[in-house]
């Protein structure tokens, strides 16, 4: 009899297991109808699920108009707010800093899971309408938050798990509040899902005793996916995005709960932008991703979707990169993506800052090579956004509201810019974006209704100041066709000083005034003659 009550009760442990990973019939709905909309036969919708389709698209006006956008993490991640927004996984890798502190601090992971955390997120101090106002001020034009970061934890009312903030932790809707809060103030509104990753994320709770082995936790922790090659990486580190046979393929199961998740959004948010993390890349996404491309596209008027690295052929979306940088004028528009915070994209104590000098040198160097620069934010889990993030927000705000029309609304010249600093021989490698730039640094920018081959307007913004007190644009040297008519006149943004050049063979000089009181980048106004 005991034998037998013993297998009984393994047998049950199975068998809810893998219910718990079974797709619902929400999840099956969600998914028939996505696919009878997106298949070739279906002649009501323009776009389809396949690349030679999805090749109609075009990024719209409004994206290479905005040029700068807010990111923002939080979620559960920020309670412990140790280490970096990956704790969750962290916590179940042994012999990383956050296996240890997690039972330093809290116990073991069979006493007190990632789970643990979810009623310590109570977002008491959230205002949607505080944080856009913020974001606005700081001349932001979209604000894309994080729908659901590969924890598993929604942060808006899902259908498809119990396991959001709708129904647990703050019991709210996060999205929807940011949704309404950014829509009202006149922004563009968007959201990321990192849920892909969410297949391999607590691989390792498998491997030692956890709460990760417990069914009933399935909805937070499952599938759980071990690695297809234990020991072939450093398990203690991130993954690299470039070696997807570090783990098992996903299966349909988990598949269809994806692209169920991310067309809900769609569903029921609205948003004009769609941010997916890099795994997407991996192979048998590909029909779920071309599926949920054609239904973002087809409901949605103006839409952006950006991918990473190779996930996506280059003319069916946008490109991103996170904090990378191109060192090129790009002919199609892109994204880079990084944080105000250097050592995470969630919330942690003691992390350090980027400073205000730093972020506008990256926007005009992104800008200037046809991209926008997506910087993120990573509030506390009260909902306070940290002071030295809020200070460094304003600052740009205020070089925006000065400097902006070299900005907003425009688009690259014929060369993206001047100088000797240039991206490493990876620029896309994590944190490259982190450069120090010379006075010989220039940008130019025109206004978007004007031909970069014969602008009556051309920006050229210094990313130092002089020291001799004068500044030497080459490529605006007479003969050398950059211009087509002479420089008649040069004006420096937010200021009335009167302002003397000389065009020549050389370049165009340009004597300057008294040095600004702070060390951000100089905007110059060239004015051709007619």
């Given at each position: 009899m005991q034998f037998f009550w013993r297998n009984f009760a393994l047998l049950a442990l199975l068998a809810s297991s893998a219910l718990a990973q079974l797709p619902s019939a929400a999840v099956a709905r969600q998914v028939a109808k996505v696919r009878a909309e997106t298949v070739e036969s279906n002649r009501f919708v323009p776009f389809h699920a396949d690349w030679n389709s999805l090749a109609a698209y075009r990024t719209p006006a409004w994206f290479q108009d905005a040029k700068f956008g807010i990111f923002l993490h939080w979620g559960v991640y920020s309670v412990p707010a140790f280490g970096n927004e990956w704790y969750s996984r962290n916590m179940y890798v042994p012999g990383n800093a956050a296996f240890k502190h997690q039972i330093d601090t809290y116990g073991p992971q069979t006493k007190f899971g990632y789970k643990d955390f979810i009623p310590m997120f109570t977002a008491t101090k959230f205002s949607a309408a505080d944080w856009v106002d913020l974001f606005a001020k700081a001349g932001a034009r979209y604000v894309v938050p994080v729908a659901e970061h590969c924890d598993g934890f929604a942060m808006y009312d899902s259908e498809f798990t119990d396991w959001d903030a709708a129904r647990m932790g703050p019991h709210r809707d996060i999205l929807g509040e940011l949704a309404t809060a950014t829509k009202a103030r006149g922004l563009h509104f968007g959201a990321s899902s990192h849920r892909a990753e969410h297949w391999w994320w607590y691989g390792l709770g498998r491997t030692f005793d956890s709460d990760v082995n417990d069914p009933k936790y399935a909805g937070i922790y499952g599938p759980a996916a071990k690695m297809s090659l234990p020991g072939a990486v450093d398990d203690?580190?991130?993954?690299?995005?470039?070696?997807?046979?570090?783990?098992?393929?996903?299966?349909?199961?988990?598949?269809?709960?994806?692209?169920?998740?991310?067309?809900?959004?769609?569903?029921?948010?609205?948003?004009?932008?769609?941010?997916?993390?890099?795994?997407?890349?991996?192979?048998?996404?590909?029909?779920?991703?071309?599926?949920?491309?054609?239904?973002?596209?087809?409901?949605?008027?103006?839409?952006?979707?950006?991918?990473?690295?190779?996930?996506?052929?280059?003319?069916?979306?946008?490109?991103?990169?996170?904090?990378?940088?191109?060192?090129?004028?790009?002919?199609?528009?892109?994204?880079?993506?990084?944080?105000?915070?250097?050592?995470?994209?969630?919330?942690?104590?003691?992390?350090?800052?980027?400073?205000?000098?730093?972020?506008?040198?990256?926007?005009?160097?992104?800008?200037?090579?046809?991209?926008?620069?997506?910087?993120?934010?990573?509030?506390?889990?009260?909902?306070?956004?940290?002071?030295?993030?809020?200070?460094?927000?304003l600052q740009i705000g205020e070089w925006l509201r000065a400097n902006g029309e070299a900005i907003y609304d425009t688009r690259p010249f014929s060369v993206f810019g001047e100088g000797p600093t240039k991206a490493g021989k990876n620029p896309t490698a994590k944190n490259s974006d982190i450069q120090t730039y010379t006075a010989e640094d220039i940008r130019f920018t025109i206004p978007k209704t004007q031909s970069p081959e014969a602008p009556a307007t051309l920006y050229a913004t210094t990313l130092g100041w002089p020291a001799d007190g004068t500044l030497r644009i080459k490529v605006l040297g007479t003969g050398l066709g950059y211009l087509p008519r002479a420089v008649c006149s040069v004006t420096l943004l937010g200021s009335d000083a009167k302002l003397a050049f000389a065009q020549k063979p050389e370049g165009l000089f340009i004597t300057l005034p008294a040095k600004p009181m702070n060390d951000l980048p100089a905007v110059f106004r060239i004015g051709t003659c007619p």
């Open positions: 203690t580190k991130e993954p690299d995005p470039n070696h997807f046979e570090q783990w098992l393929p996903p299966d349909q199961g988990f598949l269809d709960d994806w692209l169920a998740r991310a067309t809900e959004i769609v569903d029921k948010y609205h948003p004009e932008f769609v941010y997916f993390d890099w795994w997407v890349g991996q192979p048998a996404f590909v029909p779920g991703l071309q599926q949920f491309a054609a239904y973002f596209y087809n409901h949605t008027k103006d839409p952006v979707l950006t991918y990473k690295i190779e996930a996506m052929p280059a003319n069916t979306a946008t490109l991103d990169i996170e904090r990378g940088k191109l060192d090129t004028l790009r002919l199609l528009p892109w994204q880079t993506d990084t944080s105000i915070s250097i050592h995470s994209w969630g919330y942690v104590e003691h992390d350090e800052y980027r400073t205000a000098l730093s972020l506008v040198q990256q926007l005009v160097d992104t800008v200037s090579k046809n991209g926008n620069l997506l910087l993120n934010i990573g509030p506390k889990s009260d909902g306070t956004i940290p002071e030295e993030a809020k200070t460094v927000l």
